[in-house]
């Protein structure tokens, strides 16, 4: 289905006020379309055989008069409807690009920046608003009108009114003409917003970064580069539209009125008065009026293009493959994990895990170490199901957990990231992710069970302190215990730290470790770890290398065993010693 056609579909679901919009916008065309008929009696009337009459010149006035306030009156109303229309279309496109976004696998994120994709939601759909606010009003408008004055027209003359006509091809031909530069500027122009978007997003999220490094005139240069290619196409684009919109119908009036002039002159000096003053007068005032709507139509163009451009680019979002988010629950499961034969790959056949097969049973706590590559954060992305295996299977208590949404296995894991990411809100709202079902209470005894009040009790408000984006105003120590209380607060089964506690001091990770001991209780825990000294109770470790498993057991077995755990375990040691 084409774009044009997707976006009539859209406007159908609110067509109440749309089509009440355009049935006060009819009956303004035809009120407005009387005056010149009324201009034209009172002339061949009243004024042109010298019969002045004040009374009914007086009335027909009034009546002018009284169709130029009902025009008013009604043009307000179609406006409003219109409006109203067109922003209620907006809003369901919105909510559908935000609602799909979320169906989208993790995939998609991970190959598109941010900035991109908040461009299609946000720029590209307010381009399309364009489209339903100015492009369907003024289309509606003028075309309402040029048809209501093509009517007018006929009944003055005929054979004037299919002279014409003949405007009706060449316009035809021009949006034509028009259409096919205009998209070709309007794509590159909405790729470059989008890309601006990501660079700025890119430029605020690592501002530190490049000032750090002094990197700001690059990036400002990068930027300028960017911003002049957008600037070039969009001068492209003006031209377009200045060479032609304005210069378009000009000269179209200019020729109309033309061959109107040759038309009456002939036809008079040959066979006499062929039209009355007042027939001449309407005629005139028609044609000056039809130009006013060719013109808003011609003008639309660059808009029109734009808005499909723009449409286009979001319904190419809405038609990603993306999962439904599943209301459907389970009970609380044990939480016995076991990978059988699982192989993976994030890309084709560049596989980052290989043939592992590992079992952790309900309340055992597994480490996974190895360099970086090596496949650990792949074996959570796995357990999550943001990716599912290329070849084997995952059960959790038997189930093979692709035959259940994704939404519901994740209903029983918790996870705390290395970098937590916290959202605008407050402490309380950040543990409690706005869950009805996570109580004041709840979100108290989380950050007890952490020992977050050692660390949170300096803040103002408590539980209550504003948290801006990122929660950049807090220390990592404070994001952190934030971060796991969010992820105990939820009471999981399964319970994944990665990297959990490598980017905070040595007072808070004792506060972590020590919450830990009480935490794992009943629950099956992953960890993903640098520091091995944080994993010597774990009941298994995992060692990896290239997506293989090659050592396992507990601290003391890999210590005794001396291979690769025992090498990576020394040169930490005497990195922390030296």
């Given at each position: 289905m084409s774009t044009g056609k997707r976006l009539t579909k859209y406007a159908m679901y609110y067509k109440r006020p749309i089509f009440i919009g355009l049935f006060f916008l009819t009956i303004a065309v035809f009120t407005d379309l009387a005056g010149p008929f009324i201009a034209k009696y009172i002339i061949d009337e009243?004024?042109?055989?010298?019969?002045?009459?004040?009374?009914?010149?007086?009335?027909?006035?009034?009546?002018?008069?009284?169709?130029?306030?009902?025009?008013?009156?009604?043009?307000?109303?179609?406006?409003?409807?219109?409006?109203?229309?067109?922003?209620?279309?907006?809003?369901?496109?919105?909510?559908?690009?935000?609602?799909?976004?979320?169906?989208?696998?993790?995939?998609?994120?991970?190959?598109?920046?941010?900035?991109?994709?908040?461009?299609?939601?946000?720029?590209?759909?307010?381009?399309?608003?364009?489209?339903?606010?100015?492009?369907?009003?003024?289309?509606?408008?003028?075309?309402?009108?040029?048809?209501?004055?093509?009517?007018?027209?006929?009944?003055?003359?005929w054979k004037m009114a299919m002279l014409a006509l003949l405007m009706i091809p060449l316009i035809y031909v021009w949006m034509i003409l028009y259409r096919k530069y205009a998209s070709q500027y309007n794509k590159v122009i909405r790729k470059k917003i989008a890309d601006i978007n990501a660079m700025i997003n890119e430029s605020i999220q690592g501002m530190t970064i490049i000032q750090a490094f002094r990197r700001e005139e690059q990036m400002t240069k990068e930027f300028d580069d960017m911003n002049n290619e957008h600037y070039a196409y969009g001068r492209k684009l003006l031209l377009l539209d200045s060479a032609t919109s304005f210069n378009l119908v000009n000269t179209l009036r200019l020729m109309m009125f033309t061959v109107f002039i040759v038309y009456f002159g002939t036809q008079s000096l040959s066979v006499g008065e062929v039209a009355s003053a007042g027939t001449l007068y309407a005629f005139v005032d028609y044609l000056t009026r039809l130009f006013n709507p060719i013109t808003n139509v011609v003008n639309q163009f660059s808009q029109l293009e734009r808005s499909l451009v723009a449409g286009k680019r979001v319904f190419d979002v809405l038609d990603l493959k993306g999962e439904e988010v599943s209301e459907e629950t389970m009970p609380r499961y044990d939480g016995h994990v076991v990978f059988e034969d699982v192989t993976f790959a994030y890309k084709d056949d560049e596989y980052v895990l290989k043939n592992l097969s590992f079992e952790a049973k309900r309340g055992e706590t597994v480490a996974l170490v190895g360099h970086t590559g090596s496949g650990k954060s792949s074996i959570m992305n796995l357990l999550f199901r943001f990716y599912d295996p290329s070849i084997g299977k995952i059960y959790i208590d038997g189930i093979d957990i692709t035959t259940l949404p994704r939404q519901t296995i994740r209903q029983h894991m918790g996870i705390v990231l290395q970098d937590p990411y916290l959202f605008t809100g407050t402490i309380a709202s950040n543990v409690s992710l706005n869950d009805p079902k996570i109580t004041r209470e709840t979100v108290e005894k989380a950050?007890?069970?952490?020992?977050?009040?050692?660390?949170?009790?300096?803040?103002?408000?408590?539980?209550?302190?504003?948290?801006?984006?990122?929660?950049?105003t807090l220390s990592s120590g404070q994001r952190q215990l934030i971060s796991f209380a969010r992820a105990l607060a939820f009471d999981p089964a399964i319970l994944i730290l990665d990297e959990a506690t490598s980017n905070i001091d040595t007072e808070t990770e004792e506060i972590i470790q020590h919450a830990m001991d009480v935490l794992k209780?009943?629950?099956?825990?992953?960890?993903?770890?640098?520091?091995?000294?944080?994993?010597?109770?774990?009941?298994?470790?995992?060692?990896?290398?290239?997506?293989?498993?090659?050592?396992?057991?507990?601290?003391?077995?890999?210590?005794?065993?001396?291979?690769?755990?025992?090498?990576?375990?020394r040169m930490q040691a005497q990195s922390l010693y030296a």
């Open positions: 009243y004024m042109v055989i010298g019969n002045i009459e004040i009374q009914p010149i007086a009335w027909l006035l009034c009546l002018y008069l009284i169709l130029a306030i009902a025009t008013a009156i009604l043009r307000y109303f179609m406006y409003i409807y219109l409006q109203v229309g067109a922003n209620r279309v907006i809003q369901k496109l919105r909510r559908d690009v935000f609602g799909h976004i979320h169906t989208l696998p993790i995939q998609f994120f991970d190959q598109r920046p941010a900035g991109k994709i908040v461009a299609r939601v946000t720029n590209d759909t307010e381009a399309v608003r364009n489209l339903y606010v100015q492009v369907l009003s003024n289309f509606a408008t003028s075309f309402i009108s040029i048809a209501g004055v093509y009517i007018a027209l006929f009944i003055l003359n950050l007890q069970a952490v020992g977050a009040e050692r660390v949170l009790k300096n803040l103002e408000k408590g539980i209550d302190e504003p948290v801006i984006e990122k929660g950049s209780k009943g629950r099956t825990t992953f960890i993903i770890a640098h520091r091995l000294s944080t994993i010597k109770n774990a009941d298994r470790i995992l060692v990896l290398e290239r997506g293989v498993i090659k050592e396992q057991g507990t601290h003391d077995e890999l210590l005794a065993h001396g291979g690769i755990y025992a090498n990576m375990y």
